[in-house]
């Protein structure tokens, strides 16, 4: 298995001097970006790659400080797939650097070191900073970007879908379960966003006791389709400040205070030929800040119950015929793609609730 993770890493700077930037990138093993298209506050990203990839794009104003990502992207193999990087302040430099790795395999587990690389000034980039440089091979010929770059990663392509995490260890839970010898302070009488969530679903989804995609005692007041990832937008009732820039969704408008980011949010989950979909309803299993997992290319840090990265409910247990602890494949997807099935018999709206 592929586990190597590459970056590539570069500087834009935008100059007042308008100008046309005509990149031209020689291939740095598999994967080369090249830098077009500037205006005031953006900048256009188009990668090569030579075998079938999926990736994205982080960018902030200092190398190890991305603030901000773009969605996941497919690069078909030799086939170019520009990327726009938007909302760039004029005469600031950025950094950018691509994450990817080779479509289909299993999430990254290891990340490559920072390297060392020559680097020579930018040609005819007059009127700029000379202490902003370019990695010799990956040059621009004009003095509106500067283009620097450092260590290298796996990347994939776009059209704005969520990475799919291949292979990732189920296991089962369910609303009201007692809490268990291996995490003794942990019942799902509540839930990481509802502290009365037993009540609210409506009593204990009883996993062994079942009519259909339901406990077989009553008819559940909110989805029995639902999930656990590890990561929660929110700690000790505030919002993490963090939550703005990894939750790959908080830009889409303005968040209440107590409005959560990640409760309720769909995801499709599939194994062995089978897919079901489900909503967001607690955090876990045994992490609740791992960003770079849940919303990234990363591996589950958990390294308990197989490095388990995701609790799914009966329901979903029963469509997939999971057994307990399985291997299956999960993606975000938005709430208008979401097919009809069992799982939008009943859709859970309710926001958090503390007490």
């Known amino acids: 298995m592929d586990t190597s993770i590459r970056r590539v890493v570069f500087v834009i700077a935008l100059l007042a001097t308008p100008a046309v930037c005509v990149a031209q990138a020689m291939p740095v093993e598999e994967v080369s970006g ?172 009883d996993p062994q006791h079942r009519v259909g995609s339901r406990p077989a005692r009553f008819v559940p007041r909110e989805n029995p389709f639902y999930f656990a990832l590890p990561y929660n937008d929110f700690a000790g009732g505030v919002r993490k400040p963090a939550a703005a820039t990894v939750v790959p969704w908080a830009g889409e408008r303005v968040w209440g205070a107590a409005e959560p980011m990640c409760k309720n949010r769909w995801i499709r989950i599939s194994r062995a030929g089978r897919t079901c979909y489900a909503q967001w309803e607690d955090v876990g299993p045994f992490q609740t800040d791992d960003a770079g997992y849940v919303f990234g290319l990363a591996a589950p840090r958990n390294r308990s119950n197989q490095q388990a990265g995701l609790d799914v409910s009966p329901a979903v247990r029963d469509w997939l015929s999971l057994r307990g602890m399985d291997k299956v494949d999960w993606q975000f997807v938005e709430a208008r793609d979401v097919p009809a099935g069992p799982w939008k018999d009943v859709v859970t709206a309710s926001q958090v609730c503390w007490r």
């Open 34 to 205: 090249v830098l077009g298209r500037p205006t005031d506050t953006s900048v256009t990203v188009s990668v090569l790659s030579a075998d079938a990839r999926e990736g994205y794009i982080e960018y902030g104003p200092a190398a190890g400080e991305y603030t901000k990502k773009t969605g996941v992207v497919k690069f078909p193999a030799g086939t170019p797939v520009e990327i726009p990087i938007t909302g760039l302040e004029r005469n600031r430099r950025q950094f950018y650097r691509l994450e990817h790795r080779r479509a289909g395999r299993s999430l990254i587990l290891t990340r490559c070191p920072p390297r060392r690389s020559r680097t020579s000034e930018l040609p005819g980039a007059r009127g700029v900073d000379m202490n902003k440089r370019i990695r010799v091979g990956l040059t621009c010929v004009t003095a509106a970007l500067l283009v620097g770059a450092g260590c290298r990663q796996d990347v994939s392509s776009a059209g704005g879908e969520y990475a799919v995490h291949s292979q990732i260890t189920a296991t089962v839970f369910w609303v009201g379960e007692s809490a268990g010898a291996d995490r003794p302070d942990i019942a799902n009488a509540k839930s990481a966003w509802d502290e009365r969530w037993q009540e609210h679903f409506g009593g204990v989804d």
